[in-house]
């Protein structure tokens, strides 16, 4: 797919103290430059920045300090003292099948051996019964029995859901980290967990679902432990354990690796290496991740997460809670096949809608230029549910501005929404869904997310209402600054810091993503040693020295969101040209070839 010209980006080097970031040169003995980076992401005395660098399981936050905890516990345990059947009600997500099998295995294990827990699972449907908890499920619940339902990843919003349970005599406890009904509040519960729900003491606020489901389950260990040698047992033996899909979670759901979050991430990197849980090890092995050692970030997020999303995309994510569950290698290894292909028909899938979107695309630039202020809102009745917010994604990499996808079934559209920094979309859902005379109608019939991700359905005929309402409430909003930001660099290096120390200091500030983003470096003033090499047409490989040295270093450019070989050629580069290049630094991945090599994130000549 080709890239939209959104304007070529200033570039600027992030501002730190330079007298704090001499202070943990000093002390920690580390480059000036990851200095530089800790102090520039407010991690700026030792203590702080020794935390960042070696998380324990001592920097997890009580989970009695969420709102509404002791309630929550409370009734859990009165549940399974009395036999009260218990149903988990879940999402088809990462977050919300990881945080199912969480809660279930928490629950399991408060309850005595001699009257085991009853707790049942319902993982909806994506196509069938779309995001969010369903009457007719309750009340089929109810009337096997069930007297307590906890949802989990869902839930913040569903008023109707907590009036129907309490009408069917079911008790409620929400778990949820959505952002609540800023005028409504949260729904009538028991209890509902949420650390970014008003008055909620807790002092972090950006945890995914699976996370505040792993405080609810933390909380349940916590109170069936009597004695000291227990509670350390839990710490240092299940938590741990735990640990491993809550950062699977947290990294596929996009939230702040930073804080806990980054606690989580990375002491549940460290103990994926070498899973024992069949589901998790095949898991592993069919995403070719090495289990002689932690996998990364960008392995957990681009490997593992879409075989696991795409059993909810594809077909039923049920799947995925039981993979986690089972104690059986040839079920695992099954259900693991199952995902595989699963991942393999959504890409297919992804790749048809993806030429279609090109065309929509084209047919935008040629009509409206470079898309004014609009956020760009694409819709097909091909295109499948499941891969909505995929495409989405996709056409803000490609474009930079805000995208809605939506596909049309009987009647109703069903939407999702990606967004850029400085345009919160959530917010933006909300003021076009509100009538703006009396004579109008709310715009959807459900919708929800947060910030950067949101998802929607509506009656089909409300399109061309969305478009207009969306591009008036954009035009003030989508200014140039923000659809253009500056090219924000870390630190500004010479070649000759390359080394393969300050890589591994690079490496400890892993991991990376929203919030801790993989730095960018900029070196200035170097020269061309050889002809630009272009990589299969669509990518380039230039070989950059300093002029008067005979070292040089890989630059590679994938042409994921930027057309390198037309970058090139626009710059008339050849043997001699003298370039400025932002990058990230990696390690070279063929082990015949080792060393360092960088990925262009920008070019520009001298």
């Known amino acids: 797919m080709s890239t939209a010209h959104v304007g070529l980006p200033a570039w600027s080097t992030r501002s730190a103290d330079e007298t704090a970031v001499q202070n943990l040169v000093d002390a920690l003995g580390c480059p000036h430059a990851i200095a530089q980076i800790l102090v520039s992401r407010s991690i700026s005395n030792p203590a702080a920045a020794q935390t960042f660098f070696n998380p324990t399981l001592d920097d997890l936050i009580d989970p009695m300090l969420m709102l509404g905890m002791e309630t929550a516990v409370a009734r859990i345990q009165h549940a399974v003292r009395s036999s009260q059947p218990i149903l988990i009600y879940g999402d088809y997500d990462v977050d919300g099948t990881t945080a199912t099998v969480l809660l279930k295995t928490a629950i399991e294990r408060i309850a005595p051996k001699e009257t085991p827990a009853t707790v049942t699972y319902h993982v909806p449907h994506r196509i069938r019964e779309g995001y969010g908890m369903q009457n007719g499920v309750l009340g089929q619940a109810a009337a096997s029995g069930v007297r307590l339902v906890i949802s989990v990843d869902t839930g913040i919003r569903a008023f109707a859901a907590a009036e129907e349970a309490k009408a069917l005599g079911m008790d409620l406890i929400v778990t949820d980290h959505h952002l609540p009904d800023g005028a409504i509040g949260v729904p009538e519960a028991v209890a509902v967990l949420n650390p970014a729900q008003e008055n909620c003491p807790y002092p972090f606020k950006h945890l995914c679902g699976a996370a505040v489901a792993f405080k609810l389950a933390h909380a349940l260990l916590l109170a069936a432990t009597e004695t000291e040698e227990q509670r350390t047992k839990l710490k240092h033996g299940l938590i741990p354990s735990f640990l491993k899909l809550v950062a699977i979670a947290t990294i596929a759901d996009s939230v702040p690796l930073e804080g806990e979050n980054r606690v989580i991430a990375t002491l549940g990197l460290r103990e994926l290496r070498n899973p024992v849980q069949p589901g998790l090890r095949a898991l592993m092995q069919v995403a070719q991740i090495p289990i002689n050692r932690p996998p990364t970030a960008t392995e957990?997020?681009?490997?593992?997460?879409?075989?696991?999303?795409?059993?909810?995309?594809?077909?039923?994510?049920?799947?995925?809670?039981?993979?986690?569950?089972?104690?059986?290698?040839?079920?695992?290894?099954?259900?693991?096949?199952?995902?595989?292909?699963?991942?393999?028909?959504?890409?297919?899938?992804?790749?048809?809608?993806?030429?279609?979107?090109?065309?929509?695309?084209?047919?935008?630039?040629?009509?409206?230029?470079?898309?004014?202020?609009?956020?760009?809102?694409?819709?097909?009745?091909?295109?499948?549910?499941?891969?909505?917010?995929?495409?989405?994604?996709?056409?803000?990499?490609?474009?930079?501005?805000?995208?809605?996808?939506?596909?049309?079934?009987?009647?109703?559209?069903?939407?999702?929404?990606?967004?850029?920094?400085?345009?919160?979309?959530?917010?933006?859902?909300?003021?076009?869904?509100?009538?703006?005379?009396?004579?109008?109608?709310?715009?959807?019939?459900?919708?929800?997310?947060?910030?950067?991700?949101?998802?929607?359905?509506?009656?089909?005929?409300?399109?061309?209402?969305?478009?207009?309402?969306?591009?008036?409430?954009?035009?003030?909003?989508?200014?140039?600054?923000?659809?253009?930001?500056?090219?924000?660099?870390?630190?500004?290096?010479?070649?000759?810091?390359?080394?393969?120390?300050?890589?591994?200091?690079?490496?400890?500030?892993?991991?990376?993503g929203i919030g801790n983003r993989e730095p960018i470096f900029l070196t200035r003033a170097l020269t061309l040693c050889a002809p630009v090499r272009f990589i299969k047409e669509r990518h380039i490989c230039l070989q950059l020295q300093r002029s008067g040295q005979t070292t040089h270093i890989s630059a590679l450019g994938w042409s994921r969101t930027t057309d390198w070989p037309a970058r090139c050629v626009e710059m008339a580069l050849d043997t001699g040209s003298l370039v400025d290049v932002a990058y990230r630094l990696k390690a070279k991945t063929n082990p015949q070839f080792p060393g360092l090599e960088l990925e262009l994130v920008d070019l520009r000549l001298a």
């Open 300 to 512: 957990v997020g681009f490997r593992l997460a879409p075989r696991i999303n795409a059993a909810g995309r594809m077909d039923i994510a049920g799947d995925v809670v039981e993979l986690f569950l089972t104690k059986d290698a040839a079920r695992a290894t099954h259900l693991t096949e199952k995902l595989n292909r699963l991942n393999d028909e959504r890409r297919a899938t992804e790749a048809k809608a993806l030429d279609a979107i090109e065309i929509q695309l084209t047919a935008l630039r040629d009509t409206l230029g470079d898309y004014l202020a609009e956020c760009i809102i694409l819709d097909d009745p091909e295109w499948h549910r499941g891969v909505l917010g995929i495409l989405a994604s996709r056409v803000v990499d490609r474009t930079g501005r805000p995208a809605i996808v939506m596909t049309h079934e009987d009647g109703h559209a069903h939407g999702s929404g990606r967004s850029i920094a400085g345009f919160h979309l959530l917010d933006a859902l909300s003021a076009i869904h509100e009538p703006v005379s009396e004579s109008d109608t709310p715009l959807f019939t459900r919708f929800g997310g947060h910030a950067h991700a949101v998802g929607f359905s509506m009656p089909s005929d409300r399109t061309n209402l969305l478009r207009e309402r969306m591009q008036r409430y954009g035009a003030p909003r989508l200014t140039a600054e923000i659809m253009t930001p500056p090219l924000e660099c870390d630190a500004e290096l010479l070649l000759s810091d390359l080394t393969q120390s300050f890589y591994d200091w690079l490496t400890r500030c892993e991991p990376f």
